[in-house]
């Protein structure tokens, strides 16, 4: 794992930028035409005042250059998302209860794009797809000052129009306590539900169809793992099936996007419907006694000691991000079955989540969140290639 | 393939028709309840029993001696097992469990007693005896297990279990929490495949779906004439009272009603439930802990 990016080499940027730390579960990332995009977020405490840069990465140089100046938030602590619908690249800020869209053809000028009444959406769960773009209205919580994902899929022509609700609250079950992943897998959206009562659930929809769609139940009742398996963190689409980790939400997760779970599973959904346990436990089932096909048990066979950070499709493998004991781990697999360790790293303090994990054509990017005892921690980004 | 399928599973939990009904794969025996991992003598076992009201001994022990030895249950052929057994006091109970495998050799023996899952030290002294036994983890939903408690307590015209700090009695669902955390402790530490868990719903309800999914899990047939001779369990030589001085050995209404009744078995609602006449256990803060298990078996 060679290191592109850390909190020096951040300094290197501006005089400026050195003066503030870097708030890095509020920062994101994300690839636009072949580049690397970060959208780091300061915290200056003297002036009060959330302010931020857009970087990007040159990968040939190594290099990151300033482009855009991130606007003035208020003096409350601020997050960021950064997403690519259809040809553009959009930036969401959010602050107390302020929340801005900006959107860029060109990853250097940004404008401001007017949202509609109730159109805030959730940037980092947007999937676009039969020319609609999908993803989760967000509204401000006044009680815990943050903005919160309401439990139903809604769809656009573009991001300043008038959403409509493609689903029913839960996918009308009021036991679904959130929509936990959504994911386009060929021409269909796929949804995964939190479920702290009977486990998490997967339903499709045809997106191509009228609003609001018609929802097909997939899986249920966390693939008959129930409350182990109460939510899915991740879906990854490799070598034409539908893959995901499920498990326990950990207690220190705070943001949705990158859930860390406990007792982790491995499962792999084929277009038909079917399924399989790569990863986990045997269980019986309607569909047959189910054997995982890895040979390991949760958590790569260490389920009470593993936690998952993420799970990505990159190249011709399947990564997952996992910590042992406070020890980080990446491991590959070619086929989901046949795992090895693809790093050794150890970092200066324990790895506490995933916040990042994109696959680039320079390689495999990941931003682990590292535990600290400051409040805004260096920020740490990686290359794995 | 495994060397003894042990069977974990509170009392009331279907164990009796469900492990029956595994018992009657051709490639596997099943036991009644035996009762051996109580003690780690045959005359532990016997002064186990003879302290709660069986001086006889374990009457599934005596029902399975008499019929691997003579090949039929009657008076005699009890007490001639008893005889036996009494001359075998100083045995281990693992070398007793032996010499019945190697009777029933080459089926596979199928343990069920309710008893061993009521302390972690029977559970674990099963699994001393039997590292590589395969372990069944069989449950029921908490409000039907409670209510079968109950009609056991009142059918057997005994009292139920006195909390010794209060006097009051202990609700019958605590101790299918403990008996259920037990196992789960237990099983937690097995290495994987060894140990799989069952909804007992689900047997009764399709067990042409279910019980071959169990003898997969355990390396034995899953034909179709395997599995039908599995939904017989009133064709066991145990599917009956026994002769005195042993009637028991499998829970009694079972003995009486041995015949798998067609369709599916109702979960209650535990929310019900604790709405009505187990809210004390809302009251006492018990509520969380046993929606919490209870959620994690597949039940509401």
Do not use: D, L
């Given at each position: 794992m060679v290191s592109v990016m850390t909190a020096q080499a951040l300094t290197e940027i501006g005089p400026k930028d050195l003066e503030h730390p870097v708030a890095q579960s509020a920062s994101s990332v994300t690839l636009f035409q072949g580049t690397l995009f970060l959208a780091a977020l300061y915290q200056a405490p003297s002036e009060g005042q959330a302010c931020g840069a857009l970087l990007k990465y040159d990968a040939a140089s190594k290099t990151w250059s300033s482009v855009y100046a991130l606007p003035e938030m208020g003096g409350q602590a601020a997050t960021s998302s950064l997403g690519v619908i259809g040809d553009a690249l959009y930036l969401s800020l959010a602050a107390g209860d302020k929340f801005q869209l900006l959107c860029s053809h060109d990853g250097a000028t940004f404008t401001p794009v007017p949202l509609a009444e109730d159109g805030v959406f959730s940037l980092n769960r947007a999937v676009s797809l039969s020319g609609k773009i999908h993803s989760l209205p967000l509204l401000f919580d006044e009680e815990s000052g943050e903005w919160t994902e309401l439990p139903l899929i809604v769809a656009a022509a573009d991001t300043a129009a008038v959403w409509e609700e493609v689903s029913t609250a839960g996918l009308g079950d009021v036991q679904n306590d959130s929509i936990a992943q959504l994911s386009a897998f060929g021409d269909t959206l796929y949804v995964a539900t939190a479920n702290a009562t009977r486990g998490f659930q997967v339903w499709k929809a045809d997106p191509s169809t009228e609003v609001p769609y018609t929802w097909t139940q997939v899986l249920v009742n966390g693939t008959f793992k129930f409350t182990a398996a109460e939510t899915v963190a991740n879906f990854a689409d490799f070598k034409g099936n539908l893959y995901f980790t499920s498990g326990i939400p950990t207690v220190s997760s705070t943001k949705l996007q990158s859930v860390e779970i406990k007792q982790p599973e491995l499962i792999r959904l084929y277009p038909s419907g079917e399924w399989d346990v790569i990863m986990g436990s045997p269980r019986y089932s309607p569909s047959g006694f189910k054997i995982p096909l890895s040979g390991m048990g949760a958590g790569f066979d260490t389920p009470f000691d593993t936690t998952f950070l993420s799970l990505v499709a990159h190249g011709d493998k399947l990564y997952i991000a996992a910590q042992n004991g406070g020890e980080f781990q990446l491991w590959s697999s070619k086929d989901a079955e046949d795992w090895e360790p693809a790093v050794e790293t150890e970092f200066?303090?324990?790895?506490?989540?995933?916040q990042v994990a994109l696959s680039t054509p320079f390689g495999l990017v990941l931003m682990p969140a590292i535990e600290q005892e400051e409040e805004f921690n260096s920020l740490e980004l990686f290359l794995c290639s | 393939m495994t060397e003894l399928l042990i069977i974990l599973s509170p009392p009331r939990s279907f164990s009796s028709v469900v492990s029956t009904m595994i018992g009657q794969h051709p490639d596997l025996y099943g036991f009644p309840e035996l009762h051996l991992f109580v003690g780690e003598t045959v005359e532990q076992v016997m002064v186990h029993h003879k302290h709660r009201g069986r001086p006889q001994g374990p009457p599934g022990l005596l029902r399975t001696l008499a019929d691997l030895h003579d090949g039929v249950q009657t008076t005699d052929t009890v007490l001639k097992a008893r005889t036996w057994l009494d001359e075998r006091s100083q045995w281990s109970t693992k070398k007793l469990y032996d010499y019945l495998l190697e009777k029933i050799h080459p089926k596979i023996g199928v343990e069920k007693s309710p008893v061993t899952v009521t302390t972690p030290e029977f559970i674990e002294r099963a699994y001393r005896f039997y590292p590589e036994a395969s372990f069944l983890h069989l449950v029921r939903h908490p409000v039907s297990a409670r209510k079968s408690m109950f009609e056991f307590v009142d059918r057997k015209g005994k009292s139920a279990k006195l909390d010794p700090a209060t006097g009051n009695a202990i609700d019958p669902v605590r101790l299918w929490y403990n008996t259920h955390i037990n196992i789960i402790n237990f099983l937690n530490t097995l290495p994987l495949a060894q140990g799989t868990r069952i909804k007992g719903e689900d047997v009764l309800s399709d067990p042409d779906l279910y019980l071959p999914q169990v003898s997969e899990w355990m390396g034995i047939r899953t034909d179709k004439v395997a599995t039908e001779e599995m939904k017989h369990p009133e064709t066991s030589q145990f599917a009956c009272v026994g002769p005195y001085p042993a009637r028991g050995g499998n829970d009694g209404k079972f003995m009486m009603s041995p015949t798998l009744r067609p369709g599916k078995v109702k979960e209650p609602s535990l929310m019900d439930a604790l709405e009505g006449d187990m809210n004390w256990a809302v009251k006492e803060g018990f509520a969380p802990k046993l929606i919490k298990l209870a959620n994690q078996m597949g039940y509401q």
């Open positions: 200066e303090g324990k790895v506490m989540g995933m | -």
